[in-house]
Protein backbone atom coordinates (compact mmCIF):
# COMPACT_ATOMS: atom_id res chain seq x y z
CA UNK A 1 0.00 0.00 0.00
CA UNK A 2 3.12 2.24 0.58
CA UNK A 3 4.01 2.39 -2.46
CA UNK A 4 0.56 4.00 -4.05
CA UNK A 5 0.76 7.00 -1.69
CA UNK A 6 -1.98 5.39 1.37
CA UNK A 7 0.41 3.70 3.64
CA UNK A 8 -0.60 6.46 6.53
CA UNK A 9 -3.64 7.89 5.01
CA UNK A 10 -5.44 5.03 4.64
CA UNK A 11 -4.67 3.66 8.57
CA UNK A 12 -5.04 6.62 10.19
CA UNK A 13 -7.24 8.57 7.90
CA UNK A 14 -5.00 11.30 8.26
CA UNK A 15 -4.24 12.00 4.63
CA UNK A 16 -7.43 13.35 3.29
CA UNK A 17 -8.45 15.52 0.17
CA UNK A 18 -10.89 18.15 2.04
CA UNK A 19 -7.79 20.35 3.83
CA UNK A 20 -8.31 19.57 6.63
CA UNK A 21 -11.77 21.86 7.18
CA UNK A 22 -13.61 18.97 7.95
CA UNK A 23 -16.42 20.18 5.98
CA UNK A 24 -19.36 18.69 4.13
CA UNK A 25 -21.79 19.40 1.33
CA UNK A 26 -24.24 21.55 2.83
CA UNK A 27 -27.12 21.05 0.58
CA UNK A 28 -26.85 16.94 0.53
CA UNK A 29 -26.99 17.35 4.62
CA UNK A 30 -30.31 19.22 4.45
CA UNK A 31 -31.93 17.23 1.48
CA UNK A 32 -30.63 14.15 3.82
CA UNK A 33 -32.11 15.70 7.41
CA UNK A 34 -35.60 16.13 5.21
CA UNK A 35 -35.19 12.72 3.50
CA UNK A 36 -35.17 11.36 7.41
CA UNK A 37 -37.63 13.19 8.58
CA UNK A 38 -40.42 12.03 6.14
CA UNK A 39 -39.01 8.36 6.41
CA UNK A 40 -39.74 8.63 10.20
CA UNK A 41 -43.41 10.37 9.83
CA UNK A 42 -44.09 7.56 7.03
CA UNK A 43 -43.04 5.24 9.19
CA UNK A 44 -44.21 5.99 12.67
CA UNK A 45 -48.25 4.69 13.70
CA UNK A 46 -51.13 6.92 13.13
CA UNK A 47 -52.05 6.88 17.18
CA UNK A 48 -47.90 8.21 17.89
CA UNK A 49 -48.32 11.32 15.27
CA UNK A 50 -51.75 11.95 16.96
CA UNK A 51 -49.67 12.19 20.23
CA UNK A 52 -47.13 14.44 18.68
CA UNK A 53 -49.71 16.64 17.26
CA UNK A 54 -51.69 16.86 20.84
CA UNK A 55 -48.01 17.23 22.45
CA UNK A 56 -47.23 19.98 20.18
CA UNK A 57 -50.40 21.74 20.63
CA UNK A 58 -50.42 21.50 24.36
CA UNK A 59 -47.03 23.06 24.13
CA UNK A 60 -48.04 25.97 21.61
CA UNK A 61 -51.09 26.51 24.45
CA UNK A 62 -48.60 26.76 27.40
CA UNK A 63 -46.13 29.10 25.62
CA UNK A 64 -48.81 31.58 24.13
CA UNK A 65 -50.75 31.72 28.37
CA UNK A 66 -46.62 32.23 29.08
CA UNK A 67 -45.79 35.13 27.14
Known amino acids: MAEYGNGVGQATGAAGGSGG ?6 G ?3 GQFFGDAVNTVTTTPPEILVLWVVVILCGLFILKRAL
Open 21 to 26: SGGGDV
Open 28 to 30: AAI
